[in-house]
């Protein structure tokens, strides 16, 4: 059986350009490079027991009896050429299984990520609610952490941020910026906001606004002053609206509709499409503004009027998923096809790439 460096590995990896790393039994090292899935061939059939193996060089005592005790274990582990990871150990079938997120060093910008411009006002703001939302692995991570950076870089302001885990470590620049790690720093999301707000803040991060607590505390945060920013797994601006109203039970409903109203900043929602060259990826974003109009139609429960109010809503830097993914084909950016398989609309596609194709 042969014995894997996972340092070593993580630098190959690495170095192909790869997002993610995979190990599950019965099949070699699995790698995501460019959104596909591909098997590292020159590696055996991973076992059980070289799994374990591998997870015993990145964790410590507590983390490996947590794994050996099958719970599922989440922790970020540094090679010792000094890249960064964020790692998920877990179970399947009896059998061990790993994830492997590999995160930059160095934290993109805004203009990096080729994010629009209305971003960088969101951030600036005084106070409020600000939320970056798309599927699992659409790097909403990243885009905060360029959020933050920006933040660090033109105000002056203490930041909080609450991760699991960290994933991005910040330098203290304009800002002093404490990150708090669940599991190792506090035992939950929900009680370190309670905490933060005891601890002089002026933004907070929230890796994911995840349960009820999360939710109704980051709400609580924004409304006493502080500009929050998290995270949530949908996939449009109106049904992030619709997820945080739908968690509450109905007699609170019509409460969090105003509380909502009044603090949210803007929802940017996106997804990862590859490149037409075939050699990295690129953000579609769907970007709301919360405008007078907007925060009307949260509080009063017509969020079915948002798609529409999005694209209406360019002067105020609003744009929908569909008018991303067109202006990425329009300049070459992306391949129609791609812009196909993620569209809301083929209609609303079609027009907005100027009747140019006939899908």
């Given at each position: 059986m042969q014995t894997i460096n996972i340092d070593a590995l993580l630098d190959e990896v690495r170095n192909l350009g790869c997002s993610d790393l995979h190990f599950t039994t019965n099949i070699p090292p699995v790698v995501r490079l460019h959104g596909s899935?591909?098997?590292l061939s020159a590696y055996d059939d991973m076992t059980n027991e070289s799994i374990m193996a591998i997870a015993a060089q990145m964790t410590n005592s507590r983390q490996l009896e947590s794994i050996k005790a099958f719970i599922d274990t989440d922790f970020s582990y540094v090679t010792k050429a000094g890249y960064r990871h964020r790692v998920n150990v877990y179970h399947q079938r009896g059998q061990a299984g790993i994830a492997i997120r590999l995160l930059r060093n160095d934290i993109p910008t805004l203009k990096d990520l080729n994010l629009p411009p209305v971003v960088a006002e969101f951030v600036m703001r005084p106070r409020g609610l600000i939320l970056v939302t798309g599927p699992t692995g659409s790097g909403k991570s990243t885009s905060l952490a360029a959020m933050i950076d920006y933040?660090?870089?033109h105000r002056s302001a203490h930041v909080i941020t609450i991760e699991d885990p960290i994933e991005y470590v910040h330098e203290h620049k304009r800002c002093m910026i404490n990150q708090r790690e669940v599991g190792a720093d506090v035992d939950s999301f929900a009680g370190a906001l309670r905490a933060a707000l005891r601890e002089d803040p002026d933004v907070i991060l929230v890796g994911e606004?995840?349960?009820f607590e999360t939710i109704t505390a980051a709400v609580t945060a924004a409304e006493t002053g502080h500009l929050?920013?998290?995270?949530l797994h949908t996939t449009s601006a109106a049904d992030t609206v619709n997820r945080i109203i739908d968690v509450f039970p109905a007699h609170q409903q019509s409460q969090i509709r105003t509380q909502l109203a009044a603090t949210l900043v803007?929802?940017?929602t996106q997804t990862l499409v590859p490149t037409s060259d075939g050699e990295g990826r690129v953000a579609a974003t769907e970007i709301l503004s919360a405008t007078d109009a907007i925060s009307a139609m949260v509080r009063d429960g017509k969020t079915h009027m948002i798609p529409?109010?999005?694209q209406t809503g360019k002067a105020q830097g609003m744009m929908c998923l569909d008018?991303?993914?067109a202006k990425l084909v329009n300049d070459g950016?992306?391949?129609i096809d791609s812009a196909i398989e993620r569209c809301a609309s083929r209609v609303d596609l079609q027009r907005f790439m100027g009747n140019r194709y006939d899908l």
């Open positions: 899935l591909r098997k933040v660090n870089d606004m995840r349960d929050v920013m998290s995270t803007g929802i940017m529409s109010a999005i008018q991303s993914l950016t992306i391949t």
